[in-house]
Structures are given as structure tokens and as C-alpha cells.
């Protein structure tokens, strides 16, 4: 029996429930994420440290995330899917009530940075399990569920926990994601559908490794990275871009930041609709839009109207493609299925850190403020060079195998008939 033997399958036209669990997990994960960002003046008040100091839990967070993403798919190898999935969000848990008790920073960058391996180890499962309980035919579209669960975040989740923060205080905020975590964790448990991997047929170490062979495999790590590293390289400091480039008033920035969340949001749902079909088109036609839109963001001086359009294409055509990249870097480890969607987290969150610091340096030169654009601009553009190859490689590869696809039948009547006969 394979471990996916026990997993349902799923018609194109209908995604299973669990499914959207998992995005109810993503949520939660991409909120914790990005919600510090939002409540760190009170945080840096209350631990009597300096902004820089309590920024370093941002940092922290996605250092975990490159790191925690593939050390976890190989810790967790022999352990049922749904199982990893519960023991990353009872992780998750913990680290929250730590962080919503502690006092002391370096206690709350330590549980911070095991929250985000447990944040790793569930954003690697859950797009393998997404993929499998949702079939070949619609496995790039339930990706893309599940990441729009973390794209949501960016549009519900953050302000929702900043809200709380205003309230009851960032400690609040941390409260609410542990509840919210517990519910998910019984969700999970009920609705995602055991598999065999405990069985004596689980894949082992060596057999994962043998499966990142895979230069495509590659490729598509290679795109991932650039894709988020050029986006998140002008988002990161998208506020002074409203801002000081574009007269946006201050006012107004987070209607605009609204409006590229909710890009996002649609964006990532279209994507993995669309990519079932049409992998090569979304990962290719994505990144030229989007090239395009930074290059007009990094122009635009003076123009809020305009920059508002702008940033909310960002947000629709920016990261839309990352769920087809993900269902496509699983399909490339071929048996290293979970270590190559963890790679793939851990590709999106090394570009980000590489892009946000590239960009950050091109603030000191004589760019400006145009700048993370401008670096956003080059690193998305490379996006193109890798999913071209895939696709060129994707074509060459069509006609071998309808011609192997037309052989096959041919064969089996003239047995069938002599066996007849």
C-alpha cells in the first residue's frame, strides 16, 4: 500500500473540506508572521528595547522558516502526515504562550524561531497532503487554497491582530493565535484523512535525497526564490514608497496595502485554478506581468492614483504563481515529495531575506526610494530564465510521450484478439 492509497480522491470540480482546514492553518501561521511588524512599537516599549533589537523577531521568524522547512520533512519522514501537521500546530501553540508570557527577548526570539520550523514542517505537509487529497487534476489548484489561507493573512489576519493588540495588548494578539491554533489543531485531527507512512513502504532518508536529483526540481526552487525575493524586496518598504515617492497620504496606506492583499488573495486563488491546466503560461506570464508592474512602481513619482493600481496588481499578479510552483517542485522530487515542497518554503523565505537586504542596501544609493523597485524589478525578471527552461524542456518532452501514449494501445488489441480467438 502507497501512503497516498488511503487518501480520497477528489473530482476537478469540487475541493475536499480538509483542504480548506489546512488553509485555516496557513492563516494563522502567516499571520503570526507578519503581525509583529504591526504591534512592534508596543513590544519594544513594554521589553524596554529598541525597535532594531525587537525587529530582530521578524528576522528570526524567517530564518526558522528556511531552516525548520526541510530539517522537519526529514525528522517527521516516518511519522503519519496528519500526525506532523498536529504536532507543528501543538508547537505552534506552545511558542505562542511562551511569547504572550515571557518577558525576556531572548526567551521570546527562541520560541519564535521553533514556532516558525513548526510554521515550516506545516506549510511543507500541508501542500503535499493539499495535493494529494485534491488529485492529479486539481492538485496546483488546492495549493493554491491553502496558500491563499496565508495570503488572506496579509488582508484579515494582520489587522485583526493588531486590532486586538489595541485593545487588550500585543500579549493579546499572541492569546488569540494559540486559541485559534487549538481549534485548528481538533479540525485537523477530524477531517484530514490518516495515510500509511508509518507502514514498512515509508520512504527513507536515502530515498528522499535520491529524489532531489531532479534538475528541475531545481529550477523551480530557483524560481520560487526569485519570484518572492523581488516582490517582498519593494513590498518590505512599501509604506516611505506610498509615501515619500507617491504622495500617498499617510492616511491612506493601509487601504493600499488592503488592496494589494486582496490581489493577493484573488491572485493566488486564479493561479492555482489556472495552473492545473496551464503550469508553463502562469509561471512565465505572472513574473512578466509583474516585472512590469514594479518597473511602473519604481516610475511612478507623484502619482498616488496611480501607485494604488500599481501596488494592488502587485498583489494580484506578484505572488500567484507560487501555488504552481509549489505543485510543481512536489512533482519534480517525485519521492522526495514533502522534502521538495519544504524546499520550496525555505526558497520563498531565502528570497525574501536576500531581496528585503539587497533592497534595504539600495536605499543608500542614489536610487533612493525608487530603489526596492527598481531591485524588485531585476530579481522577479530572473524568475523568467528558469521557468522558460522548464517549459522549453516540458515541450520537448510532450511529443516522447503522446508517441508513447499512441504506441501502447496499439499493442493491446492484437493481443486481446488473439486471446480471443
Not at 507578519?34 to 530564518?63: H, K, M, Y
Not at 506532523?84 to 505552534?92: E, H
Not at 501553540?93 to 510554521?119: E, K, P, Q, W, Y
Amino acid at each position: 500500500m502507497t501512503p497516498t492509497s488511503t487518501l480520497p480522491k477528489a473530482s476537478s470540480a469540487r475541493v475536499p473540506l480538509a483542504v480548506y482546514v489546512l488553509a485555516s492553518g496557513t492563516f494563522l501561521m502567516l499571520t503570526s508572521e507578519f503581525v509583529v511588524a504591526g504591534i512592534l512599537p508596543q513590544i519594544s516599549q513594554e521589553l524596554n528595547v529598541s525597535l532594531t533589537q525587537a525587529s530582530a523577531l521578524i528576522t528570526v521568524f524567517a530564518v526558522g522558516m528556511i531552516i525548520g522547512s526541510p530539517l522537519m520533512a526529514m525528522l517527521t519522514l516516518r511519522l503519519s502526515k496528519r500526525l506532523t501537521l498536529i504536532i507543528a500546530l501543538i508547537v505552534f501553540i506552545v511558542g505562542h504562550v511562551v511569547v504572550a508570557l515571557g518577558s525576556d527577548l531572548t526567551m521570546l526570539l527562541a520560541a519564535r524561531f521553533v514556532t516558525a520550523i513548526a510554521t515550516g514542517a506545516f506549510w511543507a505537509v500541508s501542500a503535499v497532503v493539499a495535493s494529494r487529497l485534491a488529485g492529479p487534476s486539481s492538485g496546483a489548484r488546492a495549493i493554491g487554497i491553502v496558500g491563499a489561507g496565508g495570503a488572506l493573512a496579509t488582508v484579515l489576519g494582520v489587522p485583526l491582530g493588531a486590532l486586538v493588540a489595541q485593545f487588550v495588548g500585543w500579549r493579546g494578539t499572541f492569546w488569540f493565535l494559540a486559541v485559534a491554533a487549538a481549534v485548528a489543531a481538533l479540525f485537523v485531527a477530524r477531517l484530514v484523512p490518516a495515510d500509511s507512512s508509518t507502514t514498512s513502504t515509508a520512504p527513507s532518508l536515502r530515498a528522499e535525497l535520491a529524489g532531489l536529483r531532479s534538475g528541475r526540481l531545481w529550477l523551480t526552487l530557483a524560481a520560487c526564490a526569485t519570484t518572492t525575493g523581488g516582490v517582498l524586496a519593494a513590498y518590505s518598504f512599501i509604506s516611505p514608497i506610498l509615501t515619500e515617492q507617491a504622495g500617498v497620504p499617510s492616511s491612506l496606506v493601509p487601504v493600499v496595502l488592503t488592496g494589494f492583499g486582496v490581489g493577493s488573495f484573488i491572485g493566488t486563488i486564479l493561479g492555482g485554478r489556472f495552473g492545473d491546466a496551464h503550469p508553463s503560461l502562469i509561471t512565465i506570464l505572472t513574473p512578466a506581468v509583474t516585472v512590469l508592474v514594479l518597473l511602473g512602481i519604481s516610475l511612478a513619482s507623484d502619482a498616488p492614483v496611480i501607485m494604488t493600481v500599481l501596488v494592488t496588481l502587485l498583489g494580484l499578479f506578484g505572488l500567484s504563481a507560487n501555488g504552481v510552483l509549489i505543485h510543481l517542485a512536489v512533482g519534480y522530487a517525485d519521492a522526495a515529495a514533502t522534502l521538495g515542497s519544504a524546499l520550496s518554503v525555505s526558497a520563498f523565505n531565502l528570497g525574501t531575506a536576500v531581496g528585503t537586504t539587497v533592497a534595504g542596501f539600495a536605499l543608500t544609493t542614489p536610487l533612493g526610494i525608487t530603489g526596492p523597485a527598481t531591485v524588485g524589478t531585476v530579481i522577479v525578471a530572473l524568475t523568467l530564465v528558469p521557468t522558460t527552461i522548464l517549459a522549453v524542456l516540458k515541450h520537448r518532452r510532450a511529443p516522447r510521450a503522446k508517441a508513447r501514449s499512441m504506441s501502447a494501445p496499439a499493442e493491446t488489441p492484437t493481443r486481446s484478439s488473439a486471446n480471443v480467438s
